[in-house]
Nanobody, 123 residues
Framework: QVQLVESGGGLGQAGGSLRLSCAAS????????MGWFRQAPGKEREIVAA????????YYTRSVKDRFTISRDNAKNTVYLQMNSLKPEDTAVYYC????????????????WGQGTQVTVSS
């Protein structure tokens, strides 16, 4: 049973920072890519960032590139999303997810999901 638990969401100000964490209860954590997704009200869920199992490769959607950083600590079975220069349009529920493979940016390859954490950015 794979369990993913997000934390670190909340209220942030435009221009400020928040850090999300996702703790995974899974063996061989380093064998799988991890991703952060978000879903804003009335919008489809989108991938925000992904990181390969070994942490070497990373992907960012264009709207967060140079503002967000994904990282992972395989010794702690945890993946992080550092969000800087926040914008109101970053407001969404953020989900972490585990891929079926060591690297993927294809949302359909992410089959294990956390419960989500709300991020609200005020202007």
């Amino acid at each position: 049973q794979v369990q993913l638990v997000e934390s670190g969401g909340g209220l942030g100000q435009a221009g400020g920072s928040l850090r999300l964490s996702c703790a995974a209860s899974v063996r061989t954590f380093s064998s799988y890519a991890m991703g952060w997704f978000r879903q804003a009200p009335g919008k489809e869920r989108e991938i925000v960032a992904a990181i390969s199992g070994g942490g070497i490769m990373a992907y960012y959607t264009r709207s967060v590139k140079d503002r967000f950083t994904i990282s992972r600590d395989n010794a702690k079975n945890t993946v992080y999303l550092q969000m800087n220069s926040l914008k109101p349009e970053d407001t969404a529920v953020y989900y972490c997810a585990r891929s079926l493979t060591t690297w993927s940016t294809d949302a359909s390859r992410y089959t294990y999901w956390g419960q989500g954490t709300q991020v609200t950015v005020s202007s």
